[in-house]
């Protein structure tokens, strides 16, 4: 049983998602919402048992059908990719929980779409092999169309249909990307072809390049880089708060795709091709921290305010893979699963803050004052505290440690001050937000007798988001151990390959 | 063969990019399908373009490479459930923005009236 583990955590959502659509499930909403939550919480423990199997054996290759690399698929349970796979397990079972306060009920199939969706994003973390990567994405960019149409209205179908196109044409790009790399390495197998990069001669050089960089444009417009950013603010302010909190882990899935393709295939070992991204991520991530920067200083309501902190902090991801170095490495995993939880939980909070503050919303303008002030309050500093990076949470932690990574490279000069300036922007807009929402009220408290106070649920799940912040920092010595250890692992290049190609069972 | 072979997916690709870039979701959609053509016949192409050789090993010598073939499969079946997708989306989009737009608004330019004549 053991040597399947790496495959639960696809094949359990998937099964689940079934489920759910079969007619028990189907018809009654109570049943549904149990299933569900239930499934979710089996996956996360799932994911738990396995992030603890590989932290003590090591890489778990686990070969499809029996099928060894590279002929076969293979799922390569690594440090970095169970890592990511928990995150994702734990963001999902948040926003079923949190959709089971009344969100599920207005749209249709929201509990098997979610599921839908942490199958793609566990399978595009877990798989060793590009094309499967291309199909995974599929997966998840198709629930996600449909979850971001959920309970929609207009500026729904508006936004949608530009971003289906926008990714379907990413999709495209993704092919012909994969077609001229297998046209010249002759494999997809990801350890393979970092095995077979060095060994290119002559004009393939140039092809393989040309491949390589194309598939940078995909996992960029996956991941919201710079010039392919336009329809994350929209998308994500448009969508549902809780399927935008579900979001916050799709743009690590292109990072994580950069990470993992341009650190092991075009990294240090790739011979004329090394290093080949670096000098595009590094510019265009910066590039993307002052844009994003900007978005959030020019933010009109809280969600995109929020959408535009997912830019800031794609930016600073990308710049630490462009780093290319052990250290920079564990910056970002720390700042990954950092960052994915609280801007989670900040879009949730928006959604709790819009709901009590009536016709006004989330905007940022003098509106009603909301019904549940001191909670939300709370919750909103702690969240925006965490964002900023002021001590005592994880934010704080996650920007030392960044700082530090970058410190002796002569990138440093650039990145420094664009990052400090952009920290205290964050914390000037957020602190603007935070006093107009909570602070600047127009009328008296007692004509809002008729909001409700929030769903316990609801505040169950972004209490819960938010405690993973101060968690990150009381347990920081093990887990900045973990990601130490991931990186290493990651960047062990040859060790990742021997263990693909040979330990296959 | 080489050459008509590369020029046909070039054709494709550029008409593809030209329909893609009009307003009007019909055209994108086209311009979609015409693009995802194009990929699946280069995707094709990955594992080169061969005359007379087996496809089943075993029964010649030499023989074409499977895996192209199997990726194009797998791209066309995707690349259909997306396109349906799309098209459905567009429909909606149609009746709930009152434009077939794809960015929700109708221009108010001449030119664009007389097009719609």
């Not at chain 1, 990567?133 to 971001?148: D, G, K, Q, T, W």
């Not at chain 1, 936004?159 to 012909?176: D, K, P, T, W």
């Not at chain 1, 933010?299 to 780093?323: C, E, F, M, P, Y």
Request: proline residues 3%; aromatic residues 8%; hydrophobic residues 55%.
């Amino acid at each position: 049983m053991i040597q399947h583990l790496a495959s639960l955590p696809i094949l359990l959502p998937m099964l689940t998602a079934v489920i759910l659509l079969l007619p028990p499930c189907g018809k009654s909403v109570k049943i549904r919402r149990l299933v569900s939550i239930v499934m979710a919480i089996a996956t996360f423990a799932i994911s738990v048992f396995l992030l603890v199997h590989i932290n003590n054996t090591g890489i778990n290759v686990y070969a499809i059908g029996n099928w060894s690399a590279p002929f076969g698929i293979v799922l390569v349970a690594d440090m970095l990719s169970t890592l990511l796979v928990t995150l994702t397990s734990l963001l999902g079972l948040g926003a079923i929980l949190y959709g089971s306060a009344g969100d599920d009920e207005k749209g249709s199939f929201y509990h098997p779409l979610v599921h839908f969706l942490i199958l793609g994003v566990n399978g595009a973390f877990l798989t060793g092999d590009l094309f499967n990567l291309f199909v995974f994405f599929e997966v998840l960019l198709i629930a996600s169309y449909a979850l971001l149409m959920h309970a929609g209205d207009k500026q729904n179908t508006r936004a949608a249909l530009q971003y289906v196109i926008l990714n379907l044409v990413g999709s495209s790009v993704f092919l012909i990307g994969l077609g001229i790399l297998y046209g010249v390495l002759g494999t997809l197998n990801i350890a393979d072809m970092a095995q077979k990069v060095s060994e290119l001669s002559g004009d393939d050089v140039y092809l393989a390049k040309a491949g390589g960089l194309l598939l940078l444009i995909v996992f960029a417009l996956k991941g919201a880089l710079l010039p392919l950013h336009l329809w994350l603010p929209n998308t994500y302010a448009s969508a549902k708060p809780v399927v935008a909190a579900l979001f916050a882990i799709m743009t690590k899935v292109g990072v994580y795709a950069m990470l993992r393709v341009y650190t092991v295939i075009f990294g240090e070992q790739a011979g004329a091709l090394e290093h080949m991204a670096q000098p595009w991520l590094w510019g265009l991530a910066i590039a993307t921290i002052i844009v994003g920067a900007i978005g959030v200083m020019a933010a009109q309501d809280l969600r995109k305010l929020t959408a535009n902190l997912v830019l800031v902090s794609v930016g600073t991801l990308v710049a630490l893979i462009a780093l290319q170095n052990v250290n920079a490495t564990a910056a970002l995993l720390y700042y990954l699963v950092h960052s994915t939880l609280v801007s989670a939980a900040l879009f949730l909070l928006a959604d709790l803050v819009s709901i009590q503050r009536g016709k006004v919303g989330d905007r940022l303008v003098a509106g009603r004052s909301v019904k549940q002030p001191f909670l939300l309050g709370v919750c909103f500093i702690i969240a925006a505290l965490t964002v900023v990076g002021m001590p005592p949470l994880s934010g704080f932690v996650g920007k030392i440690w960044i700082l530090k990574a970058t410190l002796n490279s002569e990138q440093a000069l650039l990145f420094w001050p664009v990052y400090l300036v952009t920290s205290f922007a964050l914390l000037v807009a957020l602190s603007r937000a935070g006093t107009t929402l909570f602070w600047e009220h127009k009328s008296k408290n007692s004509e809002n007798a008729e909001c409700v106070n929030a769903n316990p649920l609801q505040v169950i799940v972004i209490i819960g988001l938010l405690a993973c912040s101060p968690l990150l920092v009381i347990f920081g010595g093990p887990i900045s151990e973990y990601m130490l250890g991931a990186a290493v692992q990651l960047h062990d290049i040859s060790g990742g390959i021997n263990a693909v190609l040979k330990g296959g069972m | 063969m080489e050459l008509l072979y590369a020029s046909c997916v070039g054709v494709l690709v550029s008409c593809g990019v030209f329909l893609l870039l009009r307003a009007r979701t019909f055209p994108v959609v086209l311009g979609l399908t015409m693009i995802s053509y194009a990929v699946n016949l280069f995707l094709f192409s990955a594992g080169r373009l061969t005359i007379n050789k087996a496809v089943v090993l075993g029964t010649g010598t030499e023989y074409a490479d499977p895996l192209p073939q199997a990726l194009v499969l797998t791209a066309i079946v995707i690349g259909f459930a997306m396109t349906a997708f799309v098209v459905i989306l567009a429909i909606r989009g149609r009746a709930d923005l009152g434009s077939d737009h794809v960015d929700g608004y109708v221009p108010n330019t001449s030119a664009d009236n007389k097009e719609q004549k």
